[in-house]
């Protein structure tokens, strides 16, 4: 199976830099690929102030497949937006491709979101008014790849990824393991260095939740892709590289696999 | 960042997804722009009648009225649309009419009496103006007067009688009221004043001619007798009611009104073509500007739509614009999505409502506007199309930054986390 479209998933000449904006065929960097450096969240409430992550700092390689395991309410979902730049520390530094991120503009975040990470959620979060290849390629869209051009990714994606027959379809009309493989290529659609996956089996059965996870670790043993993966089930983190723990917004522990 | 032809579609794609909501929404705007249309079309043919009318008196003349006036019937004077005279308290008459003859820059004066009369005409009777003056006159005052083929002037014949095309052929009757070479009686009601009776004063009439349509509502309304036979008929004993003075040229009204103002004081009327022609634009104004704040009212409605609908698309898309953030989406991206939205809701809503607003426009004319069956048609031009269209989708975008700006601004882990 050929994931890399492009053919050039082992390009590793080209770090990301803002200033490469809109560039699609962004390549993976040299290791390491993301840095955290004494990350801290703090939320101010009207309960008072909820420390939810507390100088956290790790680094995730390049190719490596990391799970972050914890109970609900332990900070993993906060980290991974975070990791995303979805959200904003309240301390502490994030470095991907050797820049730190937060020192970037809004803009040059967004188009660092689009050019080098792929997000999958629980619930997929697909646009249910469109059809499933136009959801895969709404990154390509934003990144202004050409109209030919993401159509022929796009099937291809949806092929690999075995449900090029439900191109046309609705993403309602699919079943929740179709949504998320429909998710996990739209995650692909730009070729990111990163994968950020929130529960990705969280919402299927154990058979397709096997089946996706199988896509996700395909993507980091075959296609050197990056993922990071919050998940509370220790046993499918077991099965990554390496799972980071953490209980009340603190590094509990990390174990190699 | 989005190009625009994707903002395009994936803002089109939202509001079909959304249909009810959208068809809705664009209705109201419609709504309001095929109003603004539809009153600014039958408002500029009220003026350009109204104008069309006045225009057709001679710009030369200047109208002078009497105290006799409220003995009149409902003839009333030629500038019966303008603003009242004040209060005349001078006799209108042959002294004056001398008097104001021989003032500089007046070629002539032409004296008029007025009245309303029961007309029979075989068994059938209608109430008609009378203005009787001479009928020789009538292309000074109404320069493009027309008769119709068979009619001739007889200035002199005191049982001559001149009727205008409506009179002679009413609006929406079958038959013609009254033909050339007919006889018809005349009878005047009135009040002795010696007596304090009521009397009445009856002479026959022969149609000798029919005056075709003016625009002049006056002629187009009445039935001319000679001086002579007016004054014997209304029981005026030489007491006009009122003259049309004619100054040399157009130039010279103002100069005339001042001369006759300087001689009478306000103790006379006088009202020029000038005056009401100014006087009806002011009026025709006033009305198309209040038909029109009402028409902007529903457009204003249909913006307070456009900001409900976005702000409930913005609610319920929460959790889609996180996602899109999430996947690369700028701010500016999301703001150009909802504020495309507004943009095509309201090109939608004003065209469509352009062309259903000259449709009711024209259903408007015909069915309400009252008239002698002969309303204008409402009249458009692409100006006041252009700009209607410009001003509904102006509003749409404007009512579309508020939801467009909250959608923008939303920060993405906020909005991934909404249900």
Do not use: C
Request: aromatic share 6%.
């Amino acid at each position: 199976m050929a994931l890399d479209t492009n053919n050039d998933s082992n390009n590793n000449n080209n770090n990301y830099h803002p200033s490469n904006g809109g560039n699609h065929d962004f390549a993976v960097s040299s290791d390491p690929t993301l840095t955290v450096e004494n990350l801290s969240k703090v939320f101010e409430s009207a309960a008072g102030r909820v420390v939810a992550l507390r100088r956290i700092n790790f680094t995730v390689n390049k190719g490596e497949f990391v799970s972050i395991v914890g109970p609900s309410g332990s900070g993993k979902s906060t980290l991974l937006n975070i990791l995303g730049a979805l959200d904003k520390p309240s301390f502490g530094k994030l470095f991907i491709g050797g820049i730190d991120i937060f020192l970037l503009s809004d803009k040059e975040i967004a188009r660092m979101r689009n050019n080098l990470i792929g997000f999958i959620f629980q619930s997929y979060n697909l646009i249910s008014r469109t059809t499933v290849q136009r959801n895969v390629e709404i990154p390509s869209i934003i990144a202004r790849m050409s109209s030919k051009e993401r159509a022929n990714r796009s099937l291809r994606l949806l092929e690999i990824l075995g449900i090029a027959t439900k191109a046309k379809f609705k993403p309602a009309s699919l079943s929740g393991g179709q949504q998320q493989r429909v998710a996990i290529a739209r995650s692909l659609m730009n070729n990111p260095t990163i994968i950020l996956a929130d529960e990705p089996t969280g919402n299927l059965d154990t058979k397709t939740g096997n089946e996706v996870f199988d896509l996700l670790r395909l993507l980091s043993s075959k296609y050197r892709r990056t993922i990071i993966m919050v998940t509370h089930n220790a046993e499918l983190a077991k099965k990554t590289d390496r799972s980071i723990y953490i209980r009340d917004g603190q590094i509990e522990k990390e174990i190699l696999y | 960042m989005l190009n625009i032809k994707e903002i395009f579609i994936l803002s089109f794609e939202s509001l079909t997804d959304r249909k009810v909501r959208s068809i809705l929404t664009i209705l109201m705007v419609m709504v309001g722009s095929a109003l603004l249309i539809a009153v600014g079309g039958i408002g500029a043919s009220f003026t350009d009648a109204f104008s069309k009318q006045f225009r057709n008196l001679a710009p030369n003349i200047l109208f002078i009225s009497s105290s006799q006036q409220s003995q009149q019937g409902p003839g009333g004077g030629v500038g019966g649309a303008g603003t009242p005279p004040p209060a005349p308290k001078i006799t209108l008459n042959a002294a004056i009419v001398n008097r104001i003859h021989s003032l500089p820059f007046v070629s002539d004066v032409i004296s008029t009496y007025r009245g309303s009369v029961t007309v029979q005409s075989q068994s059938e009777s209608k109430t008609d103006s009378i203005l009787s003056m001479d009928p020789q006159k009538l292309l000074v005052i109404a320069p493009t007067l027309e008769y119709t083929d068979g009619s001739t002037l007889q200035p002199n014949n005191p049982s001559s009688m001149i009727v205008a095309q409506n009179v002679a052929n009413p609006p929406g009757d079958a038959n013609p009221f009254l033909v050339l070479g007919q006889s018809a009686k005349l009878t005047y009601s009135f009040v002795d004043s010696t007596t304090g009776q009521q009397k009445e004063e009856s002479k026959n009439f022969i149609v000798t001619g029919i005056i075709k349509e003016t625009g002049n509502p006056t002629i187009d309304s009445a039935i001319v007798i000679n001086l002579q036979a007016g004054n014997s008929l209304l029981q005026k004993s030489g007491k006009f009611d009122s003259l049309f003075v004619i100054a040399q040229t157009s130039n010279f009204v103002d100069v005339v009104e001042q001369e006759i103002r300087s001689l009478y004081g306000n103790n006379i009327g006088i009202t020029t073509v000038k005056a009401i022609l100014k006087t009806i634009e002011q009026f025709t104004g006033q009305i198309n500007a209040f038909l029109n704040s009402i028409a902007i009212i529903s457009l204003v409605v249909g913006a307070v739509g456009i900001i409900t609908t976005l702000y409930t698309a913005v609610i319920e898309r929460t959790r889609e614009i996180g996602t899109l953030k999430a996947i690369g989406a700028q701010n500016s991206d999301i703001l150009a999505l909802f504020l495309v939205e507004a943009l095509l809701i309201g090109i939608f809503g004003a065209t469509i409502g352009l062309l259903a607003g000259i449709g009711f426009g024209y259903g408007l004319s015909a069915t309400v506007v009252p008239g002698n069956g002969s309303s204008s048609p409402p009249i458009y031009t692409a100006n006041d199309m252009a700009r209607v269209w410009m001003i509904s989708v102006g509003l749409s975008i404007v009512a579309g930054v508020v939801p467009a700006l909250q959608a923008s601004r939303l920060l993405p882990v906020q909005a991934l986390r909404s249900q």
